[in-house]
Structure formats: C-alpha cells, structure tokens
C-alpha cells in the first residue's frame, strides 16, 4: 500500500552514513571548454589576392559544384568572399544563399553543401559523446526487496 510514510524521497538517503559524489548539473559549460574560433570575414591573414580570385572564380558560388570543387581542390573560402562572389553571380538571391551558408557553416562547421554532400557519400563513423541505450547500465538507487529502503552501495 503506498502511503506518504513508505515513499522514496527525492534526495539521496545518507542511511549508514553513505557518501555520495557531488552531482554536476546538466547546464554546466564543460570544465575545458575549447577555444572558440573568433569570425574572421576574410580569413586570418585578411584580404589578400587569393580572396579576390576566390570572388570572381564561378566554381567557387555554383551550389554543390563548390563543394566538390573544394574537396577535389583543397581550396577554402573565407565568409567574405563567399558572400561578394555569390551577390556578383546571382544579386539579392545569391546574398541571401550566402548569408544562410556563412551562418550554418559557422554554427555546425559545414556549409550547407557538404551537408547534401554527405547524404550521398559515405563519411569515415567518428567517436562522439552519443550513447545507445545499450550502453547505459542503470543501476536503481534504492532495493525494494528488503523491508528497508538501504542505498546500494
């Protein structure tokens, strides 16, 4: 029969004199938060001619032609041009396509094309901080088989 009395609270019991580790909250930033990239509009060394290449090179601005064009070349646009060559190719549309791919690319660290991208290609598993269900052993903190409510220790 459950009753106020006979509940389980929600604070960890200190029956025994059981130590518990300090709980961390799940909004706390990390202990060792990466350094965080600062935006630079034309790259780290400014504007320079590669930059200008960059604008006028069409292969640069088609979509997803660009993204290939930069894996098989190893060649990087900074936000800078990427915006100027987009808006002199394709006006106001081209701007606004350019503004969404310098904000998605700076949020996640791919640029919109190299998300379609890798829906079509096949991308090496990287190790993250996901884990299956599986994986997880839940351990309840309180026995209900003895008449006593002793944490697990």
Same mark, same amino acid.
């Given at each position: 029969?459950?009753?106020?009395?006979?509940?389980?609270?929600?604070?960890?019991?200190?029956?025994?004199?059981?130590?518990?580790?300090?709980?961390?909250?799940?909004?706390?930033?990390?202990?060792?938060?990466?350094?965080?990239?600062?935006?630079?509009?034309?790259?780290?060394?400014?504007?320079?001619?590669?930059?200008?290449?960059?604008?006028?090179?069409?292969?640069?601005?088609?979509?997803?032609?660009?993204?290939?064009?930069?894996? $098989? &070349?190893?060649?990087? %646009? *900074?936000?800078? +041009?990427?915006?100027?060559?987009?808006?002199?190719?394709?006006? !106001? @549309?081209?701007?606004?396509?350019?503004?969404?791919?310098?904000?998605?690319?700076?949020?996640?660290?791919?640029?919109?094309?190299?998300?379609?991208?890798?829906?079509?290609?096949?991308?090496?598993?990287?190790?993250?901080?996901? $884990? &299956?269900?599986?994986? %997880? *052993?839940?351990? +309840?903190?309180?026995?209900?088989?003895?008449?006593?409510?002793? !944490? @697990?220790?």
């Amino acid at each position: 029969m459950l009753s106020v009395e006979n509940q389980t609270s929600w604070m960890p019991s200190r029956i025994g004199g059981a130590q518990f580790a300090a709980q961390e909250l799940a909004l706390d930033a990390p202990k060792e938060a990466p350094p965080k990239k600062e935006f630079s509009l034309f790259g780290e060394d400014g504007f320079t001619f590669a930059d200008l290449i960059d604008v006028v090179n069409p292969l640069q601005h088609i979509p997803l032609i660009s993204t290939f064009y930069r894996e $098989a &070349s190893g060649d990087q %646009i *900074a936000p800078g +041009p990427r915006v100027l060559g987009s808006t002199l190719f394709f006006g !106001p @549309i081209g701007f606004a396509g350019a503004m969404a791919n310098v904000m998605v690319e700076e949020s996640t660290g791919k640029d919109i094309g190299e998300h379609m991208a890798s829906w079509i290609t096949s991308e090496p598993a990287t190790a993250t901080a996901d $884990a &299956s269900a599986a994986d %997880i *052993a839940y351990t +309840p903190a309180f026995t209900q088989d003895s008449g006593q409510q002793d !944490p @697990i220790i």
